[in-house]
């Protein structure tokens, strides 16, 4: 059983950076994918970043191109989300996915696809 576990949310100020992680049991870093997805309050559920298995690729929601980094630390069984240049609208529950997924940079990640999911953390942008 794959358990995930994110944390490193809180609130910041604009501009501000936030690193996220997610804790990781059960997960084959080669063999499954990982993703992270974020939902603002009557908002639905929307694709951050997606690293791929074999392929390696990683994906980025266009709206946080160049202000994101998602990496993989296998060793220490973490998956990171560094963010910054934030914004109020990047203001949601930032969720940890994990699944049988597979795809390229340029494969939108789709919520569905996700088996494993964590139980979120909260990242609040003030203006």
């Known amino acids: 059983q794959v358990q995930l576990v994110e944390s490193g949310g809180g609130s910041v100020q604009a501009g501000g950076s936030l690193r996220l992680a997610c804790a990781t049991s059960?997960?084959?870093?080669?063999?499954?994918?990982v993703a992270w997805f974020r939902q603002a309050p009557g908002k639905g559920r929307e694709g951050v970043a997606a690293i791929y298995a074999y392929s390696g690729g990683t994906w980025y929601a266009d709206s946080l191109k160049g202000r994101v980094t998602m990496s993989e630390d296998s060793a220490k069984n973490l998956v990171y989300l560094q963010m910054s240049g934030l914004k109020p609208e990047d203001s949601a529950m930032y969720y940890c996915?994990?699944?049988?997924?597979?795809?390229?940079?340029?494969?939108?990640?789709?919520?569905?696809?996700?088996?494993?999911w964590g139980q979120g953390t909260q990242v609040t942008v003030s203006s």
């Open positions: 996915a994990a699944g049988y997924v597979h795809g390229s940079s340029t494969t939108v990640p789709q919520d569905h696809w996700y088996v494993f």
């Open positions: 059960g997960y084959n870093y080669g063999t499954m994918g």
